[in-house]
């Protein structure tokens, strides 16, 4: 009996790991739901083989009677933090001289908004759930701790110290919140306005059986006391934890740098709306321990630690219509039109749902309340469906199978979530590629704005990029176009002449090939000078070209050696269109051999532009600032890059500045 009743209890962890932290089960909750009831019927028969660490202990049969206080055995201190690239930047500054001349690799997590608890098994078994409290002393919480099904009940795997305090954060997802908030609407009781005040609220709770249909969950991102720690950095220390049953904080990468580390949180900013769980920011850490312990801490915070924060905003609104884009790479985009809402001092009428897979995952359908962030700078997209305000039954979005333009069947990226237009000839994709064509940072053709490639594609006079170039073979239809005289025909003819000497990297950056932009473009065209040679490179040879990898390479080469790309090139060379590396206009390279890092909002250029300009006149365009910088060009808003260049004694630059240096 006893052999039956521990496999039973295995696979019922097993299925628990599954659903919880894999988030990959295997059996229906039917199926789930009789295991249980066969392990409790079994141990109500034989109560004296029930463990503490059995499956049916999750839940208590009776409430506390109040919260004991549980003092820390080590401090559970808070950790500095900022809102600004400038102050995260000269944290970075001090950690280097305090651990001077040393390489320091950098770890960047999530910062979970959630409650901060801390977990202490001895032998394996969680005997302790304590909230932080003031940092010295918490509430004992395991009866609640005990309900949260992705925190094994005993540790799993081999060497398990004798004793182990993990600390973490205990959150909600958003798709539980919104399942918890339609139970709430159902029984007539309040509902909950976000997932952390639901999950404060909840492990606070006497009686666990309230938690436990909260559906809690917990990531560990720390370790507090224990006996024996043979992890020597973090991201070992993480690994280890997964081992043990543990779910560490998603989405943690290691950089040999700061400088990578803050870049790399700029990045992660952009990808939130990837995430079900809220983060109210991101932490930097120092990888190794050895490290840690020189640094210290505060009588507050640890040195080797801080929170990179930023400002969320959040507003419900009604989601009008999904309306669906066709990108120049025939990617079919997902837009929401929003009744308009004043969101961070502006009012938002769109938000980006990204892909199908977004819309499914979040079951968002055109007439829902949804909840709409705005953090940082990144465009505002939706959170989660108000699904208790949802008063009728409201279709499910129906993607479109066929593109909306030209009708053909769309197709998935293969192991993306991108659906796609495959038609090149497609006239929404034509109009998109012809407009970045002839954008500031590709092919700079003045007088061909949107307005003028609409009416050039709709009336079938371009095709395809070499047909810009027939177009002084067209001229008495053009001057028979609404809204364009001789002098708009002229300049425009002007500026299709002009843009066939623009070089290399300019026209690679203009073909719009995926995974291509104006800084691989560069790459490529200062490796191999000619288009010719480009052609004649194998994948090999394009991935060991320095900042292109793999796939990269792959897309290049697939490009090239397509119908449509040798047919595209074969086109413009018949055009004059030039396809060697060119210096600038006039052969003056007034940057040659010279280190540029651009920072800041500028007015006159995007990104691409500016560094694409660097690149023409004989210069590098870096993403980092060092002692081996030229220049930082500064705009508007400038944070930590500029204070890295004046910390160094970098020669920052003006957009004014920059442009002078040019002539």
């Known amino acids: 009996m006893l052999s039956e009743l521990q496999k039973l209890r295995d696979e019922i962890v097993r299925h628990d790991r599954k659903y919880y932290v894999e988030a990959a089960p295997d059996i229906s909750d039917l199926e789930y739901d009789r295991l249980v009831e066969r392990l409790k ?20 049969d009776r409430p506390v009677e109040g919260l004991t206080p549980y003092a820390h055995r080590v401090p559970m201190l808070s950790i500095e933090n900022t809102y600004s690239l400038a102050e995260l930047q000269q944290y970075g500054q001090r950690v280097a001289k305090l ?22 098994f001895e032998d394996g078994l969680l005997v302790h759930g304590v909230t932080r409290g003031d940092g010295r002393t918490g509430d004992d919480i395991t009866h609640n701790v005990r309900t949260i099904r992705d925190i094994p009940l005993r540790l799993i795997g081999r060497n398990v110290p004798p004793l182990l305090e993990v600390r973490g954060e205990i959150y909600m997802t958003n798709s539980d919140l919104v399942l918890l908030n339609q139970l709430q609407q159902r029984r007539g009781e309040p509902l909950f306005a976000n997932t ?9 709770q006497l009686d666990p059986r309230v938690c436990a249909v909260r559906r809690l969950r917990f990531f560990c991102h720390s370790v507090g006391d224990t006996s024996v720690l043979t992890a020597r950095t973090h991201m070992e220390f993480l690994e280890q934890m997964r081992g043990y049953g543990l779910q560490p904080t998603p989405c943690v990468e290691c950089f040999d740098s700061f400088d990578a580390a803050v870049d790399h949180c700029e990045q992660l900013i952009e990808r939130l709306h990837e995430l079900d769980f809220e983060i109210d920011g991101l932490v930097l850490k120092v990888n190794r321990f050895d490290q840690r312990e020189r640094l210290g801490s505060t009588a507050k915070c640890p040195r080797w630690v801080i929170a990179y924060k930023f400002e969320k905003y959040e507003a419900t609104t009604r989601l009008n219509d999904i309306r669906v884009q066709v990108g120049k790479t025939g990617a079919i ?30 079951d968002v359908r055109i007439g829902d309340t949804v909840v709409v962030e705005k953090a940082g700078k990144i465009i505002p997209h939706i959170v989660r469906v108000e699904k208790h305000l949802r008063r009728e039954a409201l279709p499910a979005f129906g993607f479109p199978k066929k593109c909306p333009e030209c009708g053909r069947a769309l197709v998935k990226d293969s192991g993306g979530v991108y659906i796609r237009c495959p038609n090149l000839e497609c006239p929404a994709q034509i109009k998109e590629r012809i407009r970045y064509y002839a954008s500031r ?10 307005k003028l490639v609409d009416q050039l594609v709709n009336d079938r006079l371009v095709r395809n990029y070499g047909d810009l170039y027939r177009l002084e073979q067209r001229q008495d239809r053009l001057l028979n176009m609404e809204r364009l005289g001789r002098k708009s025909v002229d300049n425009l003819l002007d500026g299709v002449e002009a843009s ?45 070209t320095m900042e ?12 090239l050696h397509s119908p449509f790309g040798q047919k595209t090139i074969d086109d413009l060379k018949s055009q004059g269109v030039g396809m060697e590396a060119a210096a600038n206009p006039g052969g003056l390279r007034r940057l040659e051999g010279k280190t540029l890092v651009v920072t800041g909002t500028l007015e006159h250029f995007n990104r691409d532009e500016i560094e694409s300009l660097i690149v023409q006149h004989g210069g590098r365009a870096a993403s980092s600032v060092s002692k081996k910088t030229d220049y930082v060009v500064a705009g508007a808003n400038a944070g930590s890059k500029l204070a890295k260049a004046q910390q160094l004694g970098v020669p920052v630059l003006s957009e004014a500045e920059f442009r002078q240096l040019l002539t």
């Open 548 to 559: 292109i990898g793999p796939i990269i390479a792959q897309s290049v080469f697939d490009y």
């Open 441 to 450: 940072n590709a092919m700079d053709i003045e007088g061909l704005g949107d």
């Open 99 to 120: 651990l001077s001349g040393e390489p320091i690799p950098w770890v960047v997590e999530l910062k979970v908004d959630g409650v901060a608890a801390s977990l202490i």
């Open 196 to 204: 952390r005040n639901v999950t404060a609220g909840s492990v606070r």
């Open 41 to 60: 019927r079994l141990e109500a028969e034989h109560p004296e083989l029930v463990t503490p660490d059995s499956p049916t202990q999750r839940i208590g």
């Open 333 to 362: 985009t997902p837009v929401a039109d929003l009744e308009p809402v004043e969101l961070a001092g502006t009012v938002v009428s769109r938000a980006s749902l990204h892909n199908a897979d977004e819309i499914a995952r979040k």
């Open 500 to 544: 066939k000497r623009r070089g290399l990297a300019r026209l690679l950056n203009a073909l719009a090939i995926r995974h291509v932009g104006a800084r691989v473009a560069s790459v490529l065209a200062e490796r191999f000078h000619t288009m010719d040679a480009l052609m004649a490179a194998d994948v090999e040879q394009l991935s060991a």
